[in-house]
């Protein structure tokens, strides 16, 4: 990346690095064009990081848990069994959360998509301007993805942690 005061052209930005992000930023880089991905916080998005993913390694570590505490059905006797969460999260963090982010990460460079640290700006339909930690760039583009996830909103009514 150039930083200055002139706009670096690209054929597509693809605004979020989520499972719709990357995807869309990788094909578009096969089909020969040149792409940028924004992300804000996290290279996968919040479903590989600190979402879907970690949630659903957690649970998966606590049903096997609890399959060797209840095994005696089965005729498997299971003597002292122990959870040592430090150890579980360190799983969940290195072997589940790492690997995945790290193969969205190759598959990014791999096909040749610019990854930039920031937040982006819209100024028009095919300009934006991107914060970095530390400068600021303005992006000129054919065409943008905005796959930025969703957030969860109430419902009037329906408050969240209410009681039905």
Same mark, same amino acid.
């Given at each position: ?18 499972? &719709? ?12 064009? +040149?792409?940028?991905?924004? @992300? +804000?916080?996290?290279?996968? /998005? ?6 879907? *993913?970690?949630?659903?390694? !957690? *649970? ?6 609890? @399959? ?6 089965? /005729? *498997?006797?299971?003597?002292?069994? $122990?959870?040592?969460? =430090?150890?579980?999260?360190?799983? $969940?963090? +290195?072997?589940?959360?790492? =690997? !995945? ?5 190759? !598959? !990014?460079?791999?096909? $040749?998509? @610019?990854?930039?640290? &920031?937040?982006? #700006? #819209? ?17 000129? %583009?054919?065409?943008? *993805?905005?796959?930025? /996830? ?6 009037? &009514? #329906?408050? %969240?942690? &209410?009681?039905?």
């Amino acid at each position: 990346m150039v930083v200055g005061d002139f706009a670096v052209e690209l054929d597509t930005v693809v605004i979020g690095s989520g499972p &719709g992000g990357y995807v869309a930023a990788i094909r578009a880089a096969q089909m020969g064009q +040149k792409v940028a991905i924004i @992300e +804000k916080e996290y290279i996968g /998005g919040v479903c590989l990081n600190v979402g879907c *993913i970690p949630s659903k390694a !957690l *649970i998966a570590a606590g049903h096997r848990y609890q @399959e060797a505490m209840n095994a005696e059905t089965f /005729g *498997i006797t299971a003597e002292n069994v $122990k959870l040592d969460f =430090t150890k579980t999260q360190e799983w $969940k963090d +290195k072997k589940v959360v790492n =690997t !995945l982010t790290s193969g969205v990460s190759y !598959l !990014l460079k791999k096909n $040749k998509v @610019e990854v930039i640290m &920031g937040t982006a #700006f #819209f100024n028009d339909a095919n300009t934006l301007r991107v914060f970095t930690e530390d400068a600021a760039q303005t992006y000129t %583009f054919k065409n943008a *993805i905005v796959a930025t /996830g969703s957030r969860p909103i109430e419902i009037k &009514g #329906f408050k %969240f942690g &209410g009681r039905i």
